[in-house]
């Protein structure tokens, strides 16, 4: 199927690891990009490919990818990193891109 | 410094047209490295939803839900794309972004990001 599933809601301790995953039959044909967003703002590339990071993008962010699953893992988690966190990849057919439903992380 | 900024009506009525503007600055909408250009949205409280891509050259790629309602075009002269979906209705309420969508290939696998964003603009459709 042409859809990308996350957890809904994650929480995490602050200071620990957290992972956010991202299932879909194209992740073992490509790779994902991760998005961060905070209320009112635009989303934020985080992640992308192999484990890429944009400059300035602190190196907590990290990402990875096993069969039909992506993960974006964070480590050393801060209060600042709580937001809504978004894959994007190709759709099985290569042809369009699709959102997975996002997943919303709480630091707590 | 690439810089997007999107335009346009912010409110359109039910079986109108609604018609967007991202002008890009910073860079030459057909530079090398910046091979698409995008738009996305989302409505109040919900996830993101990927519309649409143009190419410098006017290649299409569309999110197949939206694709009989869908035009992107892109006009180099102007540093600009735009987007027009017809027939709107209140499902069509969203914040609109528009985006650079590039494509890395590694180690033979594919992946399209987006790292520049516009910060959005909200339509409303209501009569």
């Known amino acids: 199927s042409s859809e990308l599933t996350q957890d809904p809601v994650v929480s995490v301790a602050l200071g620990q690891a957290v992972r956010i995953t991202c299932q879909g039959d194209?992740?073992?044909?490509?790779?994902v990009s991760w998005y961060q967003q905070k209320p009112g703002q635009a989303p934020v590339l985080v992640n992308y490919?192999?484990?890429n990071r944009p400059s300035g993008i602190p190196d907590r962010f990290s990402g990875s990818s096993s069969g039909n699953t992506a993960s974006l893992t964070i480590t050393g988690t801060q209060a600042e990193d709580e937001a809504d966190y978004y894959c994007?990849?190709?759709?099985?057919?290569?042809?369009?891109?699709?959102f997975g439903g996002g997943t919303k992380l709480t630091v707590l | 410094q690439l810089q997007l900024q999107e335009s346009g009506p912010g409110l359109v009525k039910p079986s109108e047209t609604l018609s967007l503007t991202c002008i890009v600055s910073?860079?030459?909408?057909?530079?090398?490295?910046?091979?698409?250009w995008g738009w996305t949205r989302q409505p109040p409280g919900k996830g993101l939803e990927w519309i649409g891509s143009?190419?410098?050259?006017?290649?299409?790629a569309y999110n197949p839900s939206l694709r009989s309602r869908l035009t992107i075009s892109v006009d180099t002269s102007k540093n600009q794309f735009s987007l027009k979906l017809t027939s709107v209705t209140a499902a069509d309420t969203a914040v609109y972004y528009c985006?650079?969508?590039?494509?890395?290939?590694?180690?033979?696998?594919?992946?399209?990001?987006?790292?520049?964003w516009g910060q959005g603009t909200l339509v409303t459709v209501s009569s």
């Open positions: 985006a650079s969508d590039q494509e890395l290939r590694s180690g033979g696998v594919l992946v399209n990001y987006f790292q520049s």
């Open positions: 910073g860079v030459s909408i057909g530079s090398p490295g910046y091979y698409y």
């Open positions: 143009i190419s410098h050259i006017g290649a299409t």
């Open positions: 194209s992740l073992s044909r490509y790779y």
């Open positions: 490919g192999k484990n």
């Open positions: 994007n990849s190709r759709a099985s057919s290569g042809t369009y891109l699709l």
